[in-house]
């Protein structure tokens, strides 16, 4: 089993930048798809952004596209998404995951959750 436990998220003024860490232990995930995923109050879970295992295949939802990265450090067992231009749109409880497939992209099973980090986005 995959414990994933996130980090990085805050307050930050519309415009600037945060970057999320997701840890993971338990097991390596270098052979693990990874994605982050948000939460924002009233609405659904939505997929953000995907890493396949390699690092080769990186997925993002329309609305970041430009504005995040994601990436991952297998050697440290850890995946970041690093935001810049957030906007207050951007609010929301971001999520890592793990997919065993090593796809990573929006339509994988991602089987392992962490408990979320708040990023709230000032305008």
């Known amino acids: 089993q995959v414990q994933l436990i996130e980090s990085g998220g805050g307050l930050v003024q519309a415009g600037g930048s945060l970057r999320l860490a997701c840890a993971a232990s338990?097991?390596?995930?270098?052979?693990?798809?990874m994605g982050w995923f948000r939460q924002a109050p009233g609405k659904e879970r939505e997929f953000v952004a995907g890493i396949s295992w390699s690092g080769g295949g990186r997925y993002y939802v329309d609305s970041v596209k430009g504005r995040f990265t994601i990436s991952r450090e297998n050697a440290k067992n850890t995946v970041y998404l690093q935001m810049n231009s957030l906007l207050s749109e951007d609010t929301a409880v971001y999520y890592c995951?793990?997919?065993?497939?090593?796809?990573?992209?929006?339509?994988?099973?991602?089987?392992?959750w962490g408990q979320g980090t708040q990023v709230t986005v000032s305008s």
């Open positions: 338990g097991r390596t995930v270098s052979t693990y798809g």
């Open positions: 995951a793990a997919d065993p497939t090593g796809l990573g992209n929006r339509g994988s099973r991602f089987n392992s």
